[in-house]
């Protein structure tokens, strides 16, 4: 059983910065990609970041330069550093993991329960 646990949510003004931890744990063989995404309410889930095991990065345009994904192994941790925040980046930030539980098995998407970022103006 695998599962992935999210910290770090809460409410900032704007100009200002948080970070998001997601750490797995369970039976786990390997993980690939790990990722962030959020969804606003009334809007669509979007992808923020995404990190590969080798450290390739991925970014929605609206937080390039903003914001910064990185990722410990040998934790199995993704972080979120999340730098000059805006109103608009209010929303529930979820943690997504591929990751398979033994080597005869392929990946599989796991998610966090979401946290909470709320930016005041």
């Known amino acids: 059983q695998v599962q992935l646990v999210e910290s770090g949510g809460g409410l900032v003004q704007a100009g200002g910065s948080l970070r998001l931890s997601c750490a797995a744990s369970?039976?786990?063989?390997?993980?690939?990609?790990m990722g962030w995404y959020r969804q606003a309410p009334r809007k669509q889930r979007e992808l923020v970041a995404l990190?590969?095991?080798?450290?390739?990065?991925n970014y929605a345009d609206s937080v390039k330069g903003r914001f910064t994904i990185s990722r410990d192994n040998a934790k199995n941790t993704v972080y979120l550093q999340m730098n000059s925040l805006k109103p608009e980046d209010t929303a529930v930030y979820r943690c997504?993991?591929?990751?398979?539980?033994?080597?005869?098995?392929?990946?599989?998407?796991?998610w966090g329960q979401g946290t909470q970022v709320t930016v005041s103006s």
């Open positions: 997504n993991a591929d990751i398979r539980i033994s080597w005869s098995t392929t990946s599989y998407p796991y």
């Open positions: 369970g039976s786990i063989f390997s993980i690939n990609v």
């Open positions: 990190i590969t095991s080798s450290g390739a990065t």
